[in-house]
């Protein structure tokens, strides 16, 4: 079936620097997309979204950027933190409901 | 305002044993979506409600079910429990159907033996 998936499952980057998940979709009717932000111990916390009309969204320290040519999502966040330290999952909501589609994960382990 | 809130935190169950789950979404949200997560298969959908409707459901055995009550608290049922139900069971609440930001509660670690 169609499927979310990730590049990397793991990524370690210095306090400070700016770090970049990746995520892959094969669906190409896919037109909505989260970021969710897992802490070990926690349920996943949202973190950003995206429509497909639109190819940027900017939060607070994050960006998620979408290229739906290549059907790729990313999220790029700002002076990384050790409390950005968690898995992060992209998600795609399902076009039959509100039925969340998400992808393995990526850790990311930031050191200082 | 409170989160979602799951009970219990952690359960441990034998094989063939049946398993209750409970979520109370945050006051005022009334959809509640139900995800497994294990770390093969990550997160699933299992099903989502509506109104004490389902509206949605996962490719899951019928060994999964669930349902919400009038004052949007749900429960997850698990019979015939098998080694591979073994998960983190999550509950996400939002405040209304569609693409609207889901809130997730902690989880419920179920282990099978």
């Known amino acids: 079936g169609e499927s979310v998936g990730l590049h990397l499952p793991t990524l370690s980057v210095q306090e400070g620097d700016n770090s970049i998940i990746n995520c892959a979709y094969s669906n190409s009717a896919s037109d909505y997309f989260i970021w969710y932000k897992q802490e070990s111990g926690k349920g996943p916390q949202f973190i950003i979204d995206?429509?497909?009309?639109?190819d940027k969204r900017q939060g607070q320290r994050v960006t998620v950027l979408l290229n739906k040519t290549v059907k790729h999502l990313s999220l790029q966040i700002a002076a990384t933190q050790p409390g950005d330290s968690a898995v992060y999952f992209c998600?795609?909501?399902?076009?039959?409901?509100?039925?969340?589609?998400f992808g393995k994960g990526t850790s990311l382990l930031v050191t200082p | 305002k409170a989160g979602v809130t799951q009970t219990p935190r952690y359960l441990i169950k034998t094989r063939g044993q049946q398993v209750t789950l409970s979520c109370s979404p945050i006051?005022?949200?009334?959809?509640v979506s139900w995800y497994q997560q294990t770390p093969g298969q990550g997160l699933q959908f299992l099903f989502e409600y509506f109104s004490e409707t389902q509206r949605n459901k996962g490719n899951f055995p019928g060994r999964f079910s669930g349902r919400q009550f009038s004052n949007s608290r749900s429960e997850m049922n698990v019979s015939t429990l098998e080694l591979g139900d073994s998960a983190l069971y999550l509950c996400a609440s939002s405040l209304i159907r569609g693409r609207n930001e889901q809130f997730f509660g902690p989880g419920t670690r179920l282990t099978v033996l």
């Open positions: 006051s005022g949200h009334r959809s």
């Open positions: 995206i429509r497909s009309n639109m």
């Open positions: 998600a795609e909501d399902s076009n039959s409901g509100y039925a969340l589609n």
